[in-house]
């Protein structure tokens, strides 16, 4: 009965604040966003590199500003280059495997990382990327700059809500 009572007092909250549940959490400077791990030489702790917002803010951060699948209308994106951050921590393979928190995951060609300039948005028209806004981190592809890449090959390639980056 109190199980009962107890969630049935979450739920009432729950309504009468649905905001509460839209509200966009701050990530701070130190607070993990992301691991990556596989074939890296530069690690914090447990064969995995644990990269928090300060070091992604010390890459040099670029801009892409793109249309692609979610919208035709061109939207300015910031962040690190994807292959930048895959130097910081000595990555040695061929292929990343992208994770999302929602365990979507897509394989990218370390080729494509260094042809095409794509960057790890961590801003979208210049407001920081939450779990809530496809954050924290986000790949974004250049697709108006480079036609050959605009078809579901490459949009199915980015993704949003990065959780893991697995160096294979």
């Not at 928090?52 to 803010?57: A, E, G």
């Not at 930048?84 to 999302?100: C, E, F, H, N, T």
């Amino acid at each position: 009965m109190f199980n009962c009572l107890t969630i049935r007092n979450v739920l009432i909250l729950l309504m009468l604040f649905p905001s509460y549940l839209l509200a966009e959490t701050a990530i701070s400077e130190k607070e993990v966003l992301i691991e990556i791990k596989g074939k890296i030489s530069v690690t914090t702790q447990d064969n995995l590199a644990l990269i928090d917002r300060k070091t992604i803010n010390a890459l040099p951060q670029h801009q892409i500003t793109t249309t692609n699948h979610i919208t035709s209308i061109p939207i300015t994106y910031r962040g690190p280059l994807f292959r930048d951050l895959l130097r910081k921590v000595g990555a040695k393979g061929s292929s990343v495997l992208v994770i999302a928190w929602d365990d979507y995951m897509a394989e990218i060609e370390m080729s494509d990382l260094k042809k095409y300039d794509v960057i790890l948005a961590t801003h979208e028209n210049g407001q920081q990327l939450t779990l809530d806004t496809r954050g924290p981190l986000f790949v974004v592809f250049p697709f108006s700059d480079h036609p050959d890449i605009r078809n579901d090959l490459y949009y199915n390639k980015s993704v949003w809500q990065i959780r893991t980056i697995e160096v294979q």
